[in-house]
């Protein structure tokens, strides 16, 4: 068993930038990729960013192309999201998950662990 703790979230106004954690215990945290994902109200829940089991590829989804940075220490059992220039539709809560596989990374029923998630609002 996997736990996902993420931390971070917070109001910020636009342009603004954040940083989100994700810690892991239980399980290898070195043999998970690791996504993002991020659910707005009465939206579904959608892929954000992912990152391999060693850091060497990282996915992300065009939305957040060039604003956000994903990375990971996995001495520290974390996942970090950098986000910058954040913008109102950025708004949403932030879940992070692991998955023992890379293939359908952008699909939520692809990763067998979620945390609770992290609240991200930006202001106009």
């Known amino acids: 068993q996997v736990q996902l703790v993420e931390s971070g979230g917070r109001l910020v106004q636009a342009g603004g930038s954040l940083r989100l954690s994700c810690t892991a215990s239980?399980?290898?945290?070195?043999?998970?990729?690791m996504g993002w994902f991020r659910q707005a109200p009465g939206k579904e829940r959608e892929f954000v960013m992912a990152?391999?089991?060693?850091?060497?590829?990282?996915y992300y989804a065009d939305s957040v192309k060039g604003r956000f940075t994903i990375s990971r220490d996995n001495a520290k059992r974390t996942v970090y999201v950098q986000m910058n220039s954040l913008k109102p539709e950025d708004t949403a809560v932030y879940y992070c998950?692991?998955?023992?596989?890379?293939?359908?990374?952008?699909?939520?029923?692809?990763?067998?662990?979620w945390g609770q998630g992290t609240q991200v609002t930006v202001s106009s």
């Open positions: 239980g399980g290898t945290f070195s043999e998970y990729i």
């Open positions: 990152i391999t089991w060693n850091g060497g590829r990282t």
């Open positions: 998950a692991a998955s023992s596989r890379v293939s359908g990374y952008e699909t939520p029923s692809s990763y067998k662990y």
